[in-house]
């Protein structure tokens, strides 16, 4: 898969691609990454790619132009319809299901914005959809991307250690859709406080019974909405907890 990066600062994604267990997604192709800069595609002798806003206000402008051409160059090279995808407030939040998604896929165009935006009649041309990591405003768009790219490198085979590891994350449906639940390694008494003896049993039956309470226990007291959201998909039986094992 490829994913083609418009993004004033490519240079902020070097550290990123060459760091961490996602780095072998990355250096092995399995997740290709391209940068196109936006200012490569402005006229002019300063290469403008931003002005001041019509109505007034602070800040500027990404301007439609340069962001059109720069688009047309990456479709070319790809030959292929890849969606173009921008990291905005206004989007849909960034879940695990649309990482899966994109994880399956042959790639997109990941549009970062900066300043106070981009005009909006490039994004009625052009965006395909849009992304939010939350209720909150970045400076650019570079850091959504990187959480993004992250998340779907790490759902490649080979990636992490254990082909499995992912299926235990927080919001994965092998867990029902659930937070994950407390993890314990050495040593066994650290600050005072043990590691719950069942982890220690040796018992499989034991220690999973004891690890689907605490997911659920979690989930209810910080995520109850994914308690409502699961409970849709799955037996009942298994959103209710079961007795503690001691």
């Avoid at 996602?22 to 402005?42: I, L, M, Y």
């Avoid at 051409?69 to 173009?84: E, F, G, H, K, N």
């Avoid at 639940?181 to 040593?187: A, F, G, K, L």
């Amino acid at each position: 898969m490829q994913f083609d990066v418009v993004t004033l600062f490519p240079e902020l994604f070097t550290p990123f691609l060459c760091t961490g267990v996602t780095r072998r997604a990355f250096e092995s192709g399995q997740v290709k990454v391209c940068f196109s800069n936006p200012r490569d595609h402005a006229s002019g002798h300063y290469r403008r790619v931003d002005d001041r806003a019509y109505g007034g206000g602070p800040g500027m402008v990404m301007m439609a132009e340069p962001l059109s051409q720069c688009l047309s160059a990456i479709r070319l090279q790809r030959a292929d319809a890849a969606p173009v995808v921008l990291f905005s407030p206004v989007g849909q939040p960034l879940t695990h299901s649309v990482v899966t998604r994109f994880a399956a896929s042959a790639g997109a165009i990941l549009l970062c914005g900066r300043y106070e935006g981009i005009d909006q009649r490039l994004i009625d041309a052009e965006v395909t959809e849009q992304i939010s990591l939350g209720d909150f405003v970045l400076s650019g768009g570079e850091i959504a991307a990187m959480a993004f790219l992250d998340a779907v490198a790490r759902l490649q085979p080979g990636v992490l250690n254990d082909a499995n590891s992912h299926a235990q994350d927080s919001f994965n449906p092998a867990l029902d859709g659930l937070l994950d639940c407390p993890h314990y390694t050495r040593p066994k008494i650290w600050n005072n406080k043990v590691v719950p003896d069942v982890l220690m049993s040796g018992h499989h039956e034991y220690i999973e019974c004891w690890r689907r309470e605490q997911r659920l226990a979690l989930t209810t007291q910080w995520r109850p909405d994914l308690i409502a959201q699961s409970a849709i998909q799955t037996d009942v039986s298994i959103i209710s907890p079961p007795k503690k094992v001691r």
